[in-house]
């Protein structure tokens, strides 16, 4: 089974930075696809980038292309989303996903971790 556990969420403001940590424990972190996806309230969840495999390329929405950041250190078994010049409209609940390559689904979630950013 893999658990993923968000971290680092909070209140900011506009133009802030803000770093969400996920930690996965239960598989082989390096084998998985991680993703981060976020949701506001009264909204569709959106994806947000995910690192592909492991030394794999990277994905962004194109709403967070050039200020979001995703990194991956496979040795602690974490995925990093560091969130620059932060707007209103990026809060929301953000959420940490894996599967697996051969998938198309991203079937284990963390939690979530709320972000909200003021004006």
């Known amino acids: 089974q893999v658990q993923l556990v968000e971290s680092g969420g909070g209140l900011v403001q506009a133009g802030d930075s803000l770093r969400l940590s996920c930690a996965a424990s239960g598989g082989t972190f390096s084998s998985f696809v991680m993703g981060w996806f976020r949701q506001a309230p009264g909204k569709d969840r959106e994806f947000v980038g995910a690192?592909?495999?492991?030394?794999?390329?990277?994905l962004y929405a194109d709403s967070v292309k050039g200020r979001f950041t995703i990194s991956r250190d496979n040795a602690k078994n974490t995925l990093y989303l560091q969130m620059n010049s932060l707007k209103p409209e990026d809060t929301a609940v953000y959420y940490c996903?894996?599967?697996?390559?051969?998938?198309?689904?991203?079937?284990?979630w963390g939690q979530g971790t709320q972000v909200t950013v003021s004006s």
């Open positions: 996903a894996a599967r697996f390559p051969y998938q198309s689904v991203y079937n284990y």
């Open positions: 690192s592909m495999w492991k030394g794999g390329s990277i």
